[in-house]
């Protein structure tokens, strides 16, 4: 049992260090856009939603060392893709108004910003009122 034990610790670490060689990409392309919305609901943005969804990503120091850099990694790219607020302009307005029918149900339901993301990043916790505030702007969209 200490054997299988060990042999299991050992093999942990192994892979552990290895990841620390799987690149990441970890990149702020330059903004083509911005998303216009009344500044009380820019700042809620900007403090609960642009770490993932926007090219102004704020890297901590966490996502330098695997597993953290992997996850990190792979929640922006996804965000990113799903809404990016960086290139916002860009979308055409049949897509912006779905993209806001999408932001209004995500954050109404208290399903954004992601649970895990929450304990490590605690000013991005929003209160229901800011979350009103975000539902509402996205439906007047």
């Not at 500044?39 to 770490?51: I, S």
């Not at 992601?114 to 916790?125: D, I």
Request: hydrophobic share 40%.
């Amino acid at each position: 049992m200490k054997k299988t034990v060990k042999r299991v610790g050992i093999a942990l670490m192994v892979i552990l260090v290895a990841l620390q060689f799987v690149p990441v990409e970890k990149t702020n392309p330059p903004a083509k856009g911005q998303l216009a919305a009344p500044p009380e609901v820019q700042a809620l943005l900007h403090r609960a939603c642009y770490d993932c969804h926007s090219h102004e990503t704020v890297w901590p120091w966490y996502s330098n060392v695997a597993p953290a850099s992997l996850l990190i990694a792979s929640d922006v790219k996804e965000g990113r893709r799903k809404v990016n607020f960086s290139t916002w302009d860009q979308y055409d307005e049949q897509r912006k108004a779905r993209k806001l029918k999408e932001i209004a149900k995500e954050v109404a339901k208290g399903d954004m910003p992601l649970f895990y993301y929450l304990p490590l990043h605690a000013g991005s916790k929003l209160t229901a009122a800011e979350r009103e505030m975000i539902v509402k702007w996205a439906k007047q969209g």
